[in-house]
DNA sequence: TCGACGTATAGCCAGCGGGCTATGAATGAG
DNA sequence: CTCATTCATAGCCCGCTGGCTATACGTCGA
């Protein structure tokens, strides 16, 4: 029953996790070993929180050798920004709907 | 250190108080009570997560005799939208390299 | 003034989850 | 073949937090 929306707002919550995700978007493809460096925890922390964005759909892995390249996957962010989006469009309803009421009012 | 953009994230994680934000948003103000019906748990249940939201910014309080009506505050969500045009506009910007790039190779 | 009502607070408990170390599995180098 | 390297998995611990009940606090009606 939790559906998409769901997991991108719980995986994106953990701020180690998020930090991950914004460097694979400002510095593209990435190897675990490169994220762990500067992600202030241990590698198997680093795998971890990358299965957890993968589950999501938040980044895609490529393997190579015995390294694995990981990406951002922009498009998952989507759900996201719709969501936000439709919140802030029920307050531009009630406005319109109080422009409306107004203008009725004048009549 | 835990900046708003942090804490709008986690706050929002949550299913239970990310519905009660929603409903705020939907139906405009409402008191703690009437949100307790449709919230799935106890009213001290539900009032704690309005404290969270509040802390975060995302809903205001009105005091009204012995009732506390709360308001989605639209504008809180402004941090997530814009972190999220800022992340795809990194892809936007590596698409406009690339873009740049494929033109001098035309050249 | 007193009781009922609406909400907030306190205190507690259990489960989730993020951190760690140790180790396994797969690949590359020599 | 052997060892190093790179990542994933396993297993553990502990703090955080979301849920509960009980209760305190403030307000309204009688």
């Not at 914004?22 to 992600?39: D, I, N, P, Q, S």
């Not at 590698?43 to 190579?64: F, I, M, W």
Request: charged share 30%; aromatic share 8%; net charge neutral.
């Amino acid at each position: 029953m939790t559906n998409a929306r769901d997991e991108i707002f719980r995986t994106l919550a953990d701020p180690t996790r998020r930090a991950i995700f914004e460097r694979l978007c400002r510095e593209g493809e990435k190897t675990v070993g490169a994220l762990t460096v500067h992600a202030g925890v241990s590698q198997p922390v680093v795998s971890k929180h990358l299965a957890t964005l993968k589950r999501a759909g938040l980044v895609r892995d490529r393997h190579e050798g015995r390294q694995t390249h990981y990406s951002a996957e922009f498009a998952a962010l989507a759900p996201l920004v719709d969501w936000a989006n439709e919140m802030t469009g029920f307050w531009e309803k009630k406005f319109d709907a109080l422009e409306d009421l107004l203008k009725r009012m004048d009549q």
